[in-house]
């Protein structure tokens, strides 16, 4: 009785919100709906029945919980974001498997977990010959993913009253987590939100201006944005063979997996300042940059390509791709020298920033971790010295560095377990690690049989929903999945 009265105490209050958060994402349906209807792709059915049972389990949610409504706690928060990504999948899976029967929930809930998460990996075949409302409506999940549902809901939604604060923390990325860019949260929120439809409607513009469809340059502009990976084309963005639209791509790539603060601060202000003061931005272009010099001079003296240019292009394209974990590709670079491969994975791991569409550990984790390792040499010689790590002119407080390696430890566990999890369901060494850097990293395609060309179809159920789970844990960044797994969390 007392494990179900904390049960009840801990799930009831946080219902009519998590009905409201469902009704939202109900009412996001209704873009690709009026597409359906608008181009008569004989989807409409799907997406009319997959509102109304979406919009009807929000509602009957909000019933449930109406009675039990409190200020949020914090693991309350927590609590609400976890059942918000294990379940608006589910309703998102509703319109894939009503339009395409043969799909099995297995497949459904994946492609929509990829979706949401920004993951980009797809079990889906025949992308070209989808209805153009199917395919925005996979795209439209990145968007959404992209900054957060949770977020979204509370910029449009500021008198919820449900502790909006311990919502947003709980939903961004990044190490730290306490900063503000406006007094209140909601106006943070819409702020963030603010810039990111700005920018996105300014690429749908570059992309319809430089030959795409109107859905083509929809779908791929919600994908970028979000650093998804989702593309309309089986061959993926090498389906349009066009160098303007990938040097869109590609700078468009690079805004989102920037700190989206710093191009809330840059506008509100008018100035370039908060970009010439991020800690992460130097290190960002360095690695990207300069991989992109690397991996071109190394395709064309082994012979890949006849000349520097086109080996520059192709490796350009990857790597921004796949450091900014969105995903796209233009070229196949599971055929090209297995260093090759490997160095997108590492790059995806940690190359986007806080505060980004990104996946990985962000940039400011991975150079705290090179300050920390520096500051330990330095110890060595110098051990009785007091040395601080600084970001700028800031003092990194020891509690956030030693957030910061626990964090990486917990990562790095994550992936060698998950990876000996899928060796020992027989797949091979390389498809289950990279399966498994590509997924927790919600980056999309990786080396093997689940390389750019393939799609993750070739898993088995139980392969995919390790996949799946590596998912939301490395959207979530570990900890705000996990913490829900311990006995002491449902404890008071």
């Known amino acids: 009785m007392a494990i179900r009265a904390r049960l009840f105490d801990r799930l009831f209050p946080i219902l009519h919100v998590l009905g409201m958060i469902i009704g939202v994402f109900g009412l996001s349906m209704l873009l690709p709906l009026i597409i359906s209807e608008w181009s008569d792709d004989a989807a409409q059915r799907a997406y009319d029945e997959a509102v109304l049972v979406t919009l009807g389990s929000g ?11 409190r200020e949020l706690k914090a693991r309350d928060g927590i609590l ?15 319109p894939l498997m009503l339009f395409l029967p043969d799909l099995s929930f297995t497949d459904a809930y994946f492609e929509t977990m990829s979706g949401l998460t920004t993951t980009g990996a797809t079990v889906l075949a025949g992308l070209d010959k989808l209805p153009a409302s199917i395919n925005i409506w996979r795209g439209q999940l990145h968007w959404l993913g992209g900054l957060g549902v949770i977020v979204l809901v509370v910029a449009v939604l500021p008198l919820l009253g449900v502790g909006g604060r311990q919502l947003y923390k709980a939903e961004t990325p990044g190490p730290m987590k306490d900063d503000k860019l406006t007094p209140r949260m909601a106006e943070t929120a819409k702020g963030l939100w603010k810039v990111y439809i700005q920018l996105t409607v300014i690429l749908i513009a570059l992309y319809w201006l430089f030959g795409m469809t109107a859905s083509d340059a929809l779908m791929h502009a919600f994908s970028v944005m979000g650093l998804g990976g989702f593309s309309s084309h089986d061959a993926s963005f090498g389906f349009f063979h066009s160098l303007p639209l990938e040097v869109i ?16 601060m840059a506008l509100r202000g008018r100035t370039l300042a908060p970009y010439l003061h991020d800690p992460e931005i130097r290190w960002f272009f360095a690695y990207v940059l300069g991989s992109c010099l690397m991996l071109g001079i190394l395709l064309w003296a082994r012979g890949i390509y006849l000349d520097f240019p086109s080996a520059l292009r192709d490796a350009s394209f990857s790597v921004i791709s796949m ?5 796209l590709s233009t070229a196949d670079f599971g055929a090209w020298p297995f260093f090759a491969g490997l160095w997108l994975l590492f790059l995806c791991s940690f190359s986007t920033s806080a505060g980004s569409t990104g996946g990985g550990i962000k940039m400011l984790r991975a150079v705290l971790l090179y300050k920390q390792v520096y500051r330990e040499l330095q110890h060595l010689i110098h051990p009785h010295a007091q040395i601080n790590i600084r970001l700028g002119e800031q003092m990194v407080p020891d509690r956030v560095i030693y957030a910061v390696l626990v964090f990486f430890f917990v990562y790095v566990s994550s992936i060698v377990s998950l990876s000996f999890l899928l060796s020992f369901t027989g797949l091979d060494v390389l498809t289950a690690f990279s399966a498994i850097v590509a997924c927790i990293n919600n980056t999309g395609p990786g080396l093997g049989q689940v390389g750019p060309s393939t799609t993750y179809a070739v898993l088995t159920d139980f392969q995919t929903w390790v996949c799946t789970f590596a998912m939301v844990l490395g959207r979530l960044e570990l900890f705000t999945f996990l913490v829900v797994l311990t006995p002491a969390f449902w404890r008071k």
């Open 323 to 327: 450091a900014t974990t969105l995903g």
């Open 80 to 94: 609400l974001v976890v059942l918000t990504w294990l379940l608006t999948p589910l309703f998102a899976a509703l």
């Open 59 to 69: 509602v009957l949610l909000w019933l449930l919980g109406r009675y039990w409504k």
């Open 249 to 264: 791509t590609e700078i468009f790539a690079l805004l989102a997996g920037l700190n989206f603060a710093m191009h809330f």
